[in-house]
């Protein structure tokens, strides 16, 4: 009995359905219309020339195997494409194109193929375990609990966690992490794998680097076993790769990332990428790879601010049952600003010191340790240091505090900066009110009486002083 076009794009469906999200499915499968079959073409109708572009680039693998399955080796796709004409009172006209799966287009050719195999061989436990039984190579401390949220990293953080709730099914897909040494990118990475792994835990997932990524690629070539190393890792649904700045001394092993890449995608399975840079500036790598990089959600990670440091090392003492004093855990997170993985270094080498030498804990030994953190353990206080930690604590334009303006915010900044000088500083009140314009003595007395008085009366500006004085007392140490 002679088949239908209805009944072999059916058959397509039911094959995709089991390889493609709902949602992806019903975007871009449900709206697709089975109009003529003759011999070995196939002819659907999509509703434009987006649609039928969007098809090409993102599903024109899986489209190309499920016909051949259904009509043979010889199987031929064509669109048929509504174009709107601009007059309403007439029915859109159609536009014929060929499907080119005989010839991709160009930066979307494999250079591996699709097939699957259910039963590759698992580079990292012995050959024959089942999928379930994949080790995510996670390590089960790197938690979102312990990843500390600041400016510095809330929309990665938050993006992680999104990716975490619902694998595959975001718009941060692939989501790429990017930042400096030591400021969280595995972390984060592997919390997203973490949390999969406890919201979703029939998932497989998978955290590797991309030096072991390269060296399984390597070894599998070796062995003869290059698909198999492919067809594993496209059975993975959460992939998290760490640095994938690495891969580009390895143009053999970006085009099977490319292939698994594109297959993970196709099938809605999320993907979760480490750099030390945002894809644009990285070098060395495909521009088809950077291409797909950009269609999720790049996430930098900047250098925590000293609120968010001093939470950190909150964090860690809470965790590992420490105890330390505020002001040495102050002078820790004042010091150590380059990145987090120094910021817990110190600690640790604070502690470890503090337990061989048998001492308390205090700021000498503190300095002490942090002598091989921090080029210098004192700093000379000037006006303009003070200055200018006050300017920036009120958002206060550095040179407006130096004129002659009568605007609350302005003289309020000032009289603090005088009072601060005169508490923190050498200089005499005539030095000091010469910096501000050539004011006399008369006035920073003035307004050092007036911010007592302030202080005595008003909580939040007594506040505001008081940790001002703490970020002149750190910046001293």
Not at 46 to 51: A, L
Request: hydrophobic share 35%.
């Amino acid at each position: 009995m002679e088949r239908t076009c209805e009944q072999v794009w059916e058959k397509c469906l039911n094959i995709i359905r089991d390889i493609v999200e709902w949602q992806p499915y019903k975007t871009w499968f449900e709206p697709i219309k089975p109009v003529k079959l003759e011999t070995n073409v196939l002819t659907i109708q999509v509703p434009s020339q987006f649609f039928y572009e969007y098809l090409e680039e993102h599903y024109i693998g899986l489209l190309g195997k499920t016909i051949k399955r259904e009509l043979g080796k010889e199987a031929r796709l064509e669109y048929r494409i509504v174009v709107e004409n601009g007059n309403t009172t007439q029915r859109p006209v159609t536009v014929n194109m060929p499907m080119h799966f005989s010839k991709p287009a160009p930066g979307n050719e494999l250079d591996f193929p699709l097939v699957i195999n259910t039963n590759p061989v698992n580079p990292f436990v012995i050959p024959g375990l089942k999928r379930v039984q994949i080790d995510p190579q996670l390590n089960p401390n790197y938690t979102f609990d312990s990843y500390i949220e600041g400016d510095c990293n809330r929309v990665a953080r938050r993006a992680g966690k999104t990716v975490a709730e619902k694998p595959g099914s975001t718009s941060f897909n692939p989501l790429v992490i990017y930042g400096g040494v030591g400021l969280g990118k595995t972390h984060l990475g592997q919390a997203i794998g973490n949390a999969v792994k406890e919201q979703h835990p029939h998932k497989a997932v998978l955290y590797v680097s991309a030096e072991k990524f390269i060296n399984q690629f390597i070894d599998s070539g070796k062995r003869s076993e290059i698909n198999d190393f492919i067809h594993f890792y496209q059975l993975i649904d959460v992939l998290i790769i760490d640095d994938i700045q690495f891969f580009a001394r390895a143009e053999k092993t970006q085009e099977a990332f490319f292939a698994i890449f594109n297959h993970l995608h196709q099938s809605g399975k999320q993907l979760v990428l480490t750099s030390d840079k945002p894809p644009k500036d990285l070098e060395g790598l495909q521009e088809r790879l950077l291409s797909r990089f950009r269609w999720g959600l790049s996430a930098d990670l900047q250098i925590p601010d000293f609120e968010t440091r001093m939470e950190i090392l909150d964090t860690k003492m809470k965790a590992d049952g420490l105890e330390m004093p505020r002001e040495v855990v102050k002078y820790v997170a004042y010091n150590i600003q380059s990145n987090i993985r120094e910021l817990e270094g110190a600690l640790i080498s604070l502690l470890a010191q503090s337990s061989l030498n048998k001492k308390d804990i205090d700021l000498d030994l503190a300095r002490k340790v942090l002598k091989s953190f921090v080029k210098t353990s004192s700093k000379e206080i000037t006006i303009s240091s003070i200055q200018k930690m006050v300017c920036d604590y009120f958002s206060v334009p550095y040179d407006k505090v130096l004129q002659k303006t009568r605007k609350r915010e302005i003289v309020q900044a000032r009289q603090i900066t005088m009072f601060l000088a005169k508490q923190f500083t050498k200089n005499s009140l005539k030095t000091i009110g010469e910096h501000f314009g050539g004011r006399d003595h008369t006035t920073v007395i003035h307004s050092c009486q007036t911010v007592k008085d302030l202080m005595d009366t008003d909580n939040a500006f007594k506040e505001s002083v008081s940790e001002l004085q703490q970020k002149v007392q750190l910046a001293a140490m």
